[in-house]
């Protein structure tokens, strides 16, 4: 179409939960003839590791459902109220939380991240890293995946200047 | 309604949202132009969300039907 839209995205949160919008959006953008364009800065900036490495914390989470992906529909439907105090201090929960909503996920038919992220760079997504958070956090070039572009504010800005849709997640 | 015949299959059961858009447009990318593809999705979502994808992408959407919360749609290449 002559008039292609465009896309534009800043992904600063790591988590597993906010790790999903900017792919999502980004990708299906793509499947809908836009342009799009995801800036990754400050927390955001490890989505593009090889290997993401990314959880999900219910401590930070206080609105987050603790259900099950296992056991009878019943079962499963039951919100576990866990306590910050509890959440926040025995180790290992965070690591529990992320399997089980890695598993719901799975057992739901949602994409991983890695196969978003994937589908984003096979339809033509433009990965931005921001190179002063890379310089701040220490990151490494080598770190991450191929096809990841270098810049800063000003960068993003170019293309967001033209943009249709301006996103900050 | 009489049955027109598809040029591609797609199973999109079990998957969830981006999943049956993203397959949709892989598939669609593979045809030719004025050829149909045939996908199967049990997301409920999908429904309008396959809607707005022909909208945007300016495919045609031929029919949708459901039959046991399965939707089938019918999507021609522009």
């Known amino acids: 179409m002559a008039d292609t839209k465009k896309l534009a995205i800043i992904a600063s949160q790591g988590t597993l939960d906010w790790a999903y919008p900017p792919f999502i959006l980004a990708s299906t953008a793509a499947a809908m003839d836009m342009e799009a364009v995801i800036f990754f800065t400050f927390y955001g900036l490890p989505l593009l ?7 999900v914390s219910p401590h930070t989470n206080p609105a ?22 509890i959440s926040g201090n025995i180790p290992g929960f965070d690591n529990m939380a992320t399997m089980l909503m890695k598993e719901t996920f799975k057992k739901k038919g949602v994409a991983t991240i890695e196969q978003l992220r994937g589908m984003c760079q096979e339809f033509g997504v433009r990965f931005i890293a921001c ?39 | 309604m ?10 999109c059961e079990g998957l969830n949202c981006p999943l049956p858009i993203l397959k949709t447009k892989k598939a669609i990318d593979s045809l030719n132009s004025g050829e149909i593809l045939k996908m199967t999705a049990t997301d409920p979502g999908s429904v309008n969300d396959m809607e707005s994808w022909a909208k945007r ?9 459901e039959a046991s919360n399965v939707h089938t749609f019918l999507i021609r290449k522009r």
């Open chain 1, 49 to 55: 590791k090889k290997e993401i490495d990314a959880k």
């Open chain 1, 64 to 85: 987050m459902p603790m259900k099950m992906p296992f056991g009878s529909k019943d079962f499963q439907s039951i919100n576990w109220p866990v306590p910050n105090v």
């Open chain 1, 131 to 169: 190179q002063m958070t890379m310089e701040v956090f220490g990151f490494e070039k080598e770190e991450f995946i191929d096809g990841v572009e270098y810049g800063g504010a000003a960068t993003f800005l170019e293309y967001a200047a033209d943009a249709d849709i301006s996103l900050f997640i």
């Open chain 2, 2 to 11: 009489s049955e027109i015949a598809s040029n591609l299959e797609l199973n």
């Open chain 2, 57 to 65: 992408t300016g495919h045609e959407l031929v029919s949708h039907t």
